[in-house]
């Protein structure tokens, strides 16, 4: 699979109102598609599954397991959607990411309230998605979209899988070595976000 490199608009935005502006208008009429759809009811998901796992009886534990891998099924439909139907939208490539995010941070922090994933993982994951996030915001202010990448997309894989093994308490040392592979996923990734705006930038 080639890595996704950053696309640049074909006018550089002067300020956050006309970045904002165009990824708007790139969602909307005809444009806004079903992946984006998709995408807008992961994250209406996210209060469901904080509600259910701070709950914390076992139906409860179970209906959330149940709401976040559907939640991450409509991760990997919308981006299937998209591709197959030629339905690529700056939305999307945006919305998707902050959806996988919220949807994340969800659970984890829960989790650490339920005493099931050391805080100190979490804080490293978390300050990962925050660092990339303003990095991609520097970049979009730039007139760059920086689509997830291959490495992003095996760190998110490694987060559901551990995720799913926590909430239920499914051979808790299986979810702790996963989450653990998922943290150092997380860091190669993200330098090589970095990497990928920094030379964007400067061309």
């Given at each position: 699979?080639?890595?996704?490199?950053?696309?640049?608009?074909?006018?550089t935005p002067?300020?956050?109102?006309?970045?904002?502006?165009r990824?708007?208008?790139?969602?909307?009429?005809?444009?806004?598609?079903?992946?984006n759809?998709?995408?807008?009811?992961?994250?209406l998901?996210?209060p469901?599954l904080?509600?259910?796992?701070l709950?914390?009886?076992?139906p409860?534990?179970?209906?959330?397991?149940?709401?976040f891998v559907?939640?991450?099924?409509?991760?990997w439909?919308?981006?299937h959607?998209a591709?197959t139907?030629?339905?690529?939208?700056p939305?999307?490539e945006?919305?998707?990411?902050?959806?996988?995010?919220?949807?994340?941070?969800?659970?984890?922090?829960?989790?650490v309230?339920?005493?099931?994933?050391?805080?100190?993982v979490?804080?490293?994951?978390?300050?990962?998605e925050?660092?990339v996030?303003?990095?991609r915001a520097?970049?979009?202010?730039?007139?760059?979209?920086?689509?997830?990448g291959?490495?992003?997309?095996?760190?998110?894989?490694l987060?559901?899988?551990?995720?799913?093994?926590?909430?239920?308490?499914?051979?808790p040392?299986?979810?702790?070595?996963?989450?653990?592979a998922?943290?150092?996923?997380?860091?190669?990734?993200?330098?090589?976000?970095f990497?990928q705006?920094?030379?964007?930038?400067?061309?």
């Amino acid at each position: 699979m080639s890595k996704a490199e950053p696309q640049k608009s074909d006018a550089t935005p002067t300020g956050w109102r006309e970045a904002a502006s165009r990824l708007i208008a790139s969602g909307t009429g005809e444009k806004f598609t079903l992946a984006n759809s998709l995408t807008l009811a992961r994250i209406l998901m996210v209060p469901l599954l904080v509600m259910f796992l701070l709950e914390g009886s076992p139906p409860a534990q179970y209906f959330a397991a149940g709401l976040f891998v559907m939640a991450a099924f409509t991760d990997w439909l919308d981006g299937h959607l998209a591709r197959t139907r030629d339905q690529i939208t700056p939305l999307g490539e945006i919305l998707d990411p902050v959806a996988d995010k919220l949807l994340i941070v969800a659970a984890l922090i829960p989790l650490v309230s339920l005493g099931k994933v050391d805080a100190w993982v979490v804080g490293i994951l978390l300050g990962r998605e925050l660092l990339v996030t303003a990095f991609r915001a520097v970049a979009l202010r730039r007139g760059l979209v920086v689509p997830a990448g291959f490495l992003g997309k095996i760190k998110m894989g490694l987060e559901v899988t551990a995720i799913f093994f926590l909430i239920l308490s499914i051979f808790p040392p299986l979810g702790t070595i996963l989450i653990w592979a998922a943290m150092i996923a997380a860091v190669v990734s993200a330098v090589d976000y970095f990497r990928q705006i920094a030379r964007a930038i400067s061309e």
